[in-house]
C-alpha cells in the first residue's frame, strides 16, 4: 500500500507559479508510474502530466504543455509538479497518483491504484 500526500496548493494571481509536492510513503517509488490529475466539484478528473519511474518519458495535456513540468526525485520519494503562467481555468484540486509497481504510463484516472486526497489551486483573474 502506498500513501501519498500532495502539499503546495493556494491562492495565486493569472501569471503567477506554484510548485506542488507530492510524498510517497514506499521506498521503492522507482517502481511505480507516476502522475498528476486535477478535478472540480461535480467533474470528473482530468489528466495533467504523467511521468514514467525514472523519469525519462513526460507526458502532458494540451493544457498546460509548455506551463506545466512534471519531475521526481526517487532517492527522496517524491514527485513534483511546476505550474507556471497560471491561468483561472487552472482552478482546480490537484492530485497525485500512482500505478501498480512496473504498470506503464497512462492519462487514464481509473488504471491508477494509488491517490491522495489533493492540494487546491485557485488562481484569480
Known amino acids: 500500500q502506498v500513501q501519498l500526500v500532495e502539499s503546495g496548493g493556494g491562492l495565486v494571481q493569472a501569471g503567477a507559479s506554484l510548485r506542488l509536492s507530492c510524498a510517497a510513503s514506499?521506498?521503492?517509488?522507482?517502481?511505480?508510474?507516476m502522475a498528476w490529475f486535477r478535478h472540480n466539484p461535480g467533474m470528473e478528473r482530468e489528466f495533467v502530466a504523467v511521468?514514467?519511474?525514472?523519469?525519462?518519458?513526460?507526458e502532458y495535456s494540451d493544457s498546460v504543455k509548455d506551463r506545466f513540468a512534471i519531475s521526481r526525485d526517487n532517492a527522496k520519494n517524491m514527485l513534483y509538479l511546476q505550474m507556471n503562467d497560471l491561468k483561472p481555468e487552472d482552478t482546480a484540486v490537484y492530485s497525485c497518483?500512482?500505478?501498480?509497481?512496473?504498470?506503464?504510463?497512462?492519462?487514464?484516472?481509473?488504471?491508477?491504484?494509488?491517490w491522495g486526497r489533493g492540494t487546491q489551486v485557485t488562481v484569480s483573474s
Open positions: 514506499t521506498n521503492s517509488i522507482k517502481n511505480y508510474t
Open positions: 497518483a500512482a500505478r501498480h509497481p512496473w504498470e506503464s504510463m497512462s492519462p487514464v484516472p481509473d488504471e491508477y491504484a494509488y
Open positions: 511521468i514514467s519511474r525514472i523519469g525519462a518519458v513526460k
